[in-house]
């Protein structure tokens, strides 16, 4: 149980695309849900990094230096932390 | 002209949307396929043939983008067929191009290893070098080589930078397939394909640092802004408007004059008879009533060149996605629609980007009610007179844009209907659009494009609807009556019967048998419609035409029923109008949506649709418009 607390932290600061602010940069956590598998063709991969360029109805990123429009219900798929 | 037997090889090209494929794909061949900043221009599988420097003759084939060999889209799926030769009549490529955008191999790459693992023999094309360059990444070719074991060519393909080097590399004997070194057992092939492309690109695709804010994030800032990107949005939209509608008067006014010039050369020297009446009324007044609008169609497609080239298409996708959804429909849907102001076919063919197969249908659907060019000449025919105006007063732009919004929010009502009645889809498609970097337009392509559609128009005026002017002038002057006046000339000729015929079924909508006759004859071809009218209201007060469309103008406006009532009335001309609005009178338009939606009954059901619809509002309009006194 000791060690089981550094892992739950971690989990915690995962966020869902849609959380995440403006204009932050951030780094893909899991990528889970039906659209998952479209999304890894366009290069939202795990450990990619991602800048939020826009939200709104459907979000803009801009991952490994191309600008992709997103909905929102595919963003809830993606899970992303703050990166470091 | 080429035997098969002289092809040394077959080669394909393939690539994500928007590598720079079919701008390769011209450099190699010379030809000029169509090109634009946007993912999807490329629906359909192009083949050209090019030499290499060895003198070889090699075919090569133009695959529409796709971002995995999974084939979601049905542009995907013909690009997937192609390189298991499965396309009726193309062999099995020899040899696949990768082309790849060299600013993204993260996720460019991932297509390649696919395409290795198939087992074809393949060269990777990094194109959009100085785009990658001038971003800071340094890009090492030689270490990708070694490390995918396939031959690699840096390139430009825009400014034909590298060409050369890539037609060296295809020389023979073609290079083999490399075995997939990436794929180990007990690894999922996805993951095995994202470790290995990771490890390449940090020893071969250095990024200087992650997110640097490039021009084009800067210029989304403002086009894709809540307030001023719809501001932006409009203000492009009305300045199109109004260079097709404002800016087009200049040269239009140039073929007016040339026009009418030539029919009063034409009328000096000949002697009044059939001859001179079948080239001045039949030839030169039919085929001038439509080749008159030419300026306007040429910058129509300018305008729709230019939005694709520099990269605002897709932006425009993602401000109207909100607007189209309450149609039903996404963002994905905006370019063909938007394409059917042009002309609706290729609009229903750039459908096939669409994922989901039944916002597909209804967007191949309602593609025909964007009022199309072919369309324009009749309004502009009717609009002055509708406003007992000429040319060029403030009011006629605004009753245009009221056509095209009326065409466009039914269409959006209909959609919206049917999407509903067609159920959700069996797997949710979701938005997702690539937002290219905004270019500076490639205007020779652009240029050749339109000088292309501009010639398409012209040689359609000058075979169909030279051929159908004559065949009307005949069928209105013949057989000949021995009275002397006009309509009693016309009413004993074949046309004069004809209408008598379809007078019944049109009457209700307020038209007569010439109007029914023009209006039947236009199925050929919509622009069809002026050259019938030209010719068969020649009857009344035909002079010396210095302007042609201005004396068939006056010609219909003092056009009467038997009973001394004036034909064009007000009524009669919304009337007109809102028929030409919905009706589908385009059997080309016909043929394509049977092929793209893959069946004749949905075809046959939107003509059918179409055609009924525009008889009702006609009817509704001008009957409403009877009781309520304006008629």
Known sequence: MKFAAPKVLEMDTAMTLNQAGVGCDLRIHVLSGPGCERLRELGFCEQSQVRKLAGGRNLICSVCGTRLAISRELAEQVLVKAAG | MSLPSDLAATIALIGNPNAGKTTLFNALTGENQRVGNYSGVTVEVKAGTFFTPHGRKLRVLDLPGCYSLRAGSPDERVAVAALAGELP?????????????ASNLERHLQLVLQVVELGLPCVLALNMIDVAERSGLRLDPAKLADALGLPVVALQASAGKGVLELKQALRFPLPHAVAARWLAPGVAPETARRDFINRLCELAARRPEAHQLTVSDRADGVLLHPLYGWVFFLGILLAGFWAIFGL???????????????????????????????????????????????????????????????????????LMDGVMARAGLSGKAFLPLFSSYACAIPGVMATRTIHSAKERLVTIFVAPWMSCSARLPVYLLIVPLLLHEDEGSWKQPLVLFGIYTLGTLSAFVVARVLRGRLGPDATAAHFLLEMPPYRLPQWRYIMRHVLERAWAFVQKAGTLILGLSILLWALSTYPKSSGADGAEKLAHSAMGRMGVVLEPLVRPLGFDGRIGTAILTSFSAREVFNASLAILFRVEGAGDDQAQRGMLRAQLAAAKWPDGRPLFTPLAM???????????????TVAVVARESGSWRWALGQLGFMTAFAWCASLLIYQGGRLLGLG
């Open chain 2, 89 to 101: 009549g193309e062999p099995r490529p020899d040899l696949v191009v990768c082309v790849v955008d």
């Open chain 2, 248 to 318: 087009a008067r200049i040269p239009m006014g140039w073929i007016e004059l040339g026009q009418g010039a030539l029919g009063a050369w034409v009328r000096s020297l000949l002697a009044q008879g059939d001859l001179r009446s079948l080239l001045v009324d039949g030839v030169i007044g039919g085929v001038g009533g439509v080749v008159m609008f030419l300026p306007q169609i040429a910058l129509l497609f300018l305008f729709i060149g230019l939005l694709e080239s520099t990269g605002y298409m897709a932006r425009a996708a993602y």
């Open chain 2, 574 to 588: 919304i009337s007109l109008l809102v028929f030409y609005i919905y009706a589908l009178q385009c059997l080309p």
